[in-house]
């Protein structure tokens, strides 16, 4: 349940309320907000409690059960809508922030020659695959610890934010080092126990959408990454799996709004994963930005002929040049800018 305080409840208050929680064995979670604070009330049996139990405390303003599964992703917990700043790029705000490279680093000068072209042309953070997780085990793994030295000679040198996948526990730390963001991919969305692991860090975390999950699923899944109190989550809409074969994967646009709609997280897209070829990519990418998306995260290869990892899905160079200005009246049309 959420417990609302009053505007100018005090410290003494608010503890109170975390106090009879506690009391019950439940667990709490703040939202300290600039006018009101916002208590979480979290644990299985919550619905056996009356809400007079405390609504009936000083400095309470109203009590409310969450029916949802997902609750410190919804917006009775946080009703505005939460801006996560990423080495002073603020994901959520006005900007529609570009998340642009390869999907592999297959190299350094492949990563930096991408990199430099994609800064230049307005992308505001460098992606890069260090860590593949691949469907077959023959396919090219990465480049690992070594692509992980070249990201972040791409983030010293160029000033960029960069953003990579981690797909294990044991490499957590080690990614933290290296990215400004860490990815959860789609494979790893309900990895519950590499959730876990992550929600101690207090990184950014982009969170994709599973292959089959729906959103129910996928706002719980984040609730992991928020529970020990990492605020900074980001969802990434990369399609779903349904019967149409003509297309890699399904882009569920309505997921955009109804993620507006029940959650306070910013949420961007991945048109590249969900098209499987770069003819698809510009229109994905054009209609994500005008269902309101706060970004995009997009595959772009110097070469994409000779990429080891999806070059059939990479843009090159030129054509990341043309969507960029496509997208950006697009961007102004919805009040934004990129």
Not at 129 to 156: C, H, I, N, W, Y
Request: charged share 25%.
């Amino acid at each position: 349940m959420i417990v609302e305080m009053s505007k100018g409840a005090t410290k003494d208050q608010v503890d109170h309320v975390v106090e009879r929680a506690h009391s019950f064995g439940f667990d709490v979670q703040l939202n300290l907000g600039t006018e009101k604070t916002v208590v979480a009330i979290l644990g299985s049996d919550t619905g056996k409690v009356q809400t007079d139990v405390f609504a009936i405390l000083p400095g309470v303003e109203s009590v409310t059960r969450v029916m949802k599964p997902y609750k410190l992703a919804s917006r009775e917990f946080h009703p505005r809508p939460s801006k996560i700043n990423v080495s002073g790029v603020e994901v959520g705000g006005q900007r529609v922030v570009i998340m642009a490279g390869p999907c592999a680093v297959e190299s350094e000068k492949q990563l930096m020659e991408t990199a430099k072209a994609v800064k230049e042309l307005g992308a505001a953070v460098v992606r890069g695959g260090a860590f593949k997780p691949r469907t077959s085990p023959f396919s090219f793994q990465g480049l690992e610890r070594d692509a992980l030295k070249m990201l972040a000679k791409v983030k010293s040198d160029l000033g960029i934010p960069v953003i990579t996948e981690v797909v294990d526990i044991q490499n957590i730390g080690l990614i933290a080092k290296h990215a400004d963001i860490l990815q959860v991919g789609a494979r790893n969305m309900q990895n519950f126990a590499l959730l876990k692991e992550l929600s101690k860090l207090r990184h950014p975390i982009l969170l994709k959408r599973g292959l089959s999950a729906t959103v129910t699923e996928w706002l719980t899944a984040a609730d992991y990454l928020l529970a020990e109190g990492n605020r900074r989550i980001i969802l990434c809409e990369r399609g779903i799996r349904t019967f149409e074969d003509s297309i890699r994967f399904s882009v569920d646009i309505s997921s955009i709004a109804v993620v507006k709609h029940f959650s306070h997280l910013p949420i961007i897209v991945d048109p590249s994963h969900a098209a499987g070829h770069f003819a698809y990519v510009p229109s994905i990418a054009k209609a994500a930005i005008a269902a309101g998306a706060d970004g995009l995260l997009i595959e772009v290869h110097p070469n994409p002929e000779e990429a080891l990892v999806d070059g059939l899905q990479s843009l090159n160079i030129p054509n990341f040049e043309r969507l960029m200005a496509e997208l950006r009246p697009i961007a102004e049309a919805v009040g934004r800018y990129i």
